[in-house]
């Protein structure tokens, strides 16, 4: 470790986090195929061999990447150990999902298992780069690779597998009990005065839930920060509001409430609207919430079908309530 100096260290940790925005990125376009995003929403697992496959070699394949541009850049010196650059990854995708509120959601004998393959392949592959003088392969190399037909044959099997979800279920539940409870203990009595209506409650929870889950407390930290030395509108508080002045917590709940009544009093319900079922009626909220980005509602709906079979009893009639007071209107 002599040569591992405390710059080399720096630059491998800042690859590490450049490679986890990188496997997001490529995560998220890889949902068709059947990659798992951490989601509040229950999901089936319908390609266990690709998202195993992904997140256990997306680090190695990364580290074979990073130390051929070293090499070929004349900066072999930030080689030395760089198989710890994977084990920075793991750490801070650990850390991120403990600073952002995640650990209810997260499967962490799985990950530690992942986060074990992962490391133990790039140490593997370090001590291979570390035996060789140069990484690129020649194109003969790359000939009569039967292995690789083998490997992916075996995928392909691996991935029609169905593993059962029972304990993904009960870990969302859990995480979505808590998060209902630590909110409505805060502000809890703020929402009930201000709605008094237990439909307009279970939305504007179920709202607060998401958009903490997507922006939570120390990703909102930062969006003051870049508020106050900007000047200009940001999305602001745990109910992310457009706004051009500061705006705490609190506030941001006062102004999602009255951005969602406006909202019923804007939509035709009478004309659309099956009144024994408020789904349209909550997806439409949650579209004009967040200018109708993809996938939203769903989200937002799943939250709400939890919080509202296990937290509220009068849902549905005070939501018919609405349904009446609108069509009186209308009419």
């Not at 992904?54 to 080689?79: D, E, G, H, M, R």
């Amino acid at each position: 470790m002599s040569d591992y100096t405390l710059l080399v260290g720096i630059i491998q940790f800042l690859a590490a986090v450049v490679l986890f925005f990188i496997v997001n990125w490529i995560g998220s376009k890889s949902i068709s195929v059947g990659y798992i995003q951490l989601s509040t929403s229950i999901a089936e697992d319908s390609s266990p061999a690709f998202n195993f496959l992904f997140k256990v070699i997306a680090p190695p394949v990364y580290l074979v990447l990073y130390a051929t541009i070293c090499q070929t850049s004349n900066a072999n010196w930030l080689n030395v150990n760089c198989y710890l650059l994977v084990i920075y990854y793991w750490a801070f995708r650990g850390l991120f999902i403990l600073a952002t509120g995640k650990c209810r959601l997260t499967n962490w004998i799985t990950f530690g298992l992942y986060a074990l393959f992962s490391i133990g392949i790039s140490y593997g592959i370090y001590k291979v780069l570390n035996d060789v003088d140069k990484i690129l392969p020649d194109p003969k190399d790359l000939l009569n690779q039967l292995w690789l037909l083998i490997i992916i044959f075996l995928y392909n099997i691996l991935n029609k597998m169905e593993f059962g979800r029972d304990r993904t279920i009960r870990r969302k539940e859990s995480y979505l009990s808590r998060q209902f409870m630590v909110f409505n203990t805060k502000y809890g009595s703020l929402v009930h005065s201000k709605c008094q209506n237990e439909f307009l409650e279970a939305i504007v929870f179920a709202i607060m839930i998401y958009e903490n889950f997507n922006r939570p407390r120390v990703v909102r930290w930062i969006e003051y920060a870049r508020f106050f030395l900007t000047k200009k509108e940001h999305t602001l508080g745990i109910m992310q509001v457009k706004s051009r002045k500061f705006i705490n917590d609190r506030e941001s709940i006062l102004l999602a409430i009255d951005y969602i009544k406006d909202t019923i009093k804007d939509t035709e319900m009478s004309t659309y609207l099956d009144v024994d079922d408020f789904d349209w009626l909550a997806g439409t909220i949650a579209d004009r919430y967040n200018g109708e980005s993809l996938g939203y509602d769903n989200e937002v709906l799943g939250i709400l079908h939890f919080i509202t079979s296990n937290h509220f009893e009068h849902v549905n009639e005070d939501y018919l309530r609405i349904v009446q007071q609108t069509e009186q209107t209308i009419t």
